[in-house]
């Protein structure tokens, strides 16, 4: 119940076109739902995040889908570039707890 | 900006020592953590500490311990190295948002290898 299940754990996606990543959790308790982006070399930073009462949040070109009732929510990059190549965590977690559930990751590259 | 450094980032060591990793965040933040990140499994939480002097074990805690005598400060400590845990160690640092979730701000991590 405590887990966050991530994929694909890996993607190639054309330069200009869209990458779609999907998380599924069972715990209808989470109530944060963050996005973390690890270039090589560096640890995993903040990309966006957002809570089960919207069901999409847009920042530039990343935008976040949530869907409640299928316990879902995915990540979009929109005119994907070869600087978005990077590794993707998706994440839960619980109210004030400010520990949280991590998926397993997916590399994403960009094809120029 | 937040800064959270690591004190190597690269480190060989023998199995049977005793490996100290370092992590030192600048924020004045009050949690810390410890991961492992490996391929297709994400990032496992060993420990964390919401206090100095305070920790809790998270989901693989077994080989490790933790020392968090100042704030700022929080080391993972193996006791004897073995060849499964090497890794990819990574520090965390966060402060608690009022009324939110709190946002985990990480070092660039340490490859430790066992041989």
Known sequence: QQQVKQSPQSLIVQKGGISIINCAYENTAFDYFPWYQQFPGKGPALLIAIRPDVSEKKEGRFTISFNKSAKQFSLHIMDSQPGDSATYFCAASLGSNYQLIWGAGTKLIIKP | ?115
């Open chain 2, 1 to 115: 900006d937040v800064k959270v450094t690591q004190s190597s980032r690269y480190l060989v060591k023998r199995t049977g020592e005793k490996v100290f990793l370092e992590c030192v965040q600048d924020m004045d933040h009050e949690n810390m953590f410890w991961y492992r990140q490996d391929p297709g499994l994400g990032l496992r939480l060993i420990y964390f500490s919401y206090d100095v002097k305070m920790k809790e074990k998270g989901d693989i805690p077994e080989g490790y311990s933790v020392s968090r005598e100042k704030k700022e400060r929080f080391s993972l400590i193996l006791e004897s190295a073995s060849t499964n845990q090497t890794s990819m160690y990574l520090c965390a640092s966060s402060f608690p948002q009022a009324g939110g979730p709190d946002t985990q701000y990480f070092g660039p991590g340490t490859r430790l290898t066992v041989l």
